[in-house]
T-cell receptor, first 111, second 118 residues
Framework: RKEVEQDPGPFNVPEGATVAFNCTYSNSASQSFFWYRQDCRKEPKLLMSVYSSGNEDGRFTAQLNRASQYISLLIRDSKLSDSATYLCVVNKGTSYGKLTFGQGTILTVHP | NAGVTQTPKFQVLKTGQSMTLQCAQD?????MSWYRQDPGMGLRLIHYSVGAGITDQGEVPNGYNVSRSTTEDFPLRLLSAAPSQTSVYFC?????????????????FGPGTRLLVL
């Protein structure tokens, strides 16, 4: 089983749509969780950290379910500029700074 | 701040050649990492450093060496390039939890080096 699994998509949605991505992780000792965004042929950039209580940043909402080892990202009112690959990232639990990346979910927002 | 810089941007090597990928950061981050990214796969950790003079192996260390003589620089050496090392290489840095005050270890990535081994 992969340490971090994501549905690779691609997800094709119209502008204004709401889209949700899911991610599961296998290491129950993991302590920190993130969503990164990667544009085509560019480096990954942090989108948001994911906290146990769930957190929101504008149109983006992240949820964590430790019992099910599941992370989600919800994007509301999609914009063309949201088109990118979204990477689910989990730390390895025992070592601060060692991260495991999912393969990414591709999102295309069309007019 | 320039953030994390990587050189070169592109490189073509022949099988058996050696080269060094350069990475530097000006944010005084203690932690630095090297990843490779291949189609259909997530980023995979090659090597890792928690400070000058301290390095550790990641998931896919074979064929690569690193050293960390200063806080700023973390070069990655390919000893004898193989076609399987064709990939995009990203360097990243992050502050320690002591510096950041959080266990949420945000990593800052360089722009990447695209390597083709023939």
């Amino acid at each position: 089983r992969k340490e971090v699994e994501q549905d690779p998509g691609p997800f094709n949605v119209p502008e204004g749509a709401t889209v949700a991505f899911n991610c599961t992780y296998s290491n129950s000792a993991s302590q920190s969780f993130f969503w990164y965004r990667q544009d085509c042929r560019k480096e990954p950039k942090l989108l948001m950290s994911v906290y146990s209580s769930g957190n929101e940043d504008g149109r983006f909402t992240a949820q964590l379910n430790r019992a099910s080892q599941y992370i989600s990202l919800l994007i509301r009112d999609s914009k063309l500029s949201d088109s990118a690959t979204y990477l689910c990232v989990v730390n390895k639990g025992t070592s601060y700074g060692k991260l495991t990346f999912g393969q990414g979910t591709i999102l295309t927002v069309h007019p | 701040n320039a953030g994390v810089t990587q050189t070169p941007k592109f490189q073509v090597l022949k099988t058996g050649q050696s080269m060094t990928l350069q990475c530097a950061q000006d944010m005084n981050h203690e932690y630095m990492s090297w990843y490779r990214q291949d189609p259909g796969m997530g980023l995979r950790l090659i090597h890792y450093s928690v400070g000058a003079g301290i390095t550790d192996q990641g998931e896919v260390p074979n064929g690569y060496n690193v050293s960390r003589s200063t806080t700023e620089d973390f070069p990655l050496r390919l000893l004898s390039a193989a076609p399987s090392q064709t990939s995009v290489y990203f360097c990243a840095s992050s502050p320690s939890w002591r510096t950041s005050g959080t266990y949420q270890e945000t990593q800052y990535f360089g722009p990447g080096t695209r390597l083709l081994v023939l």
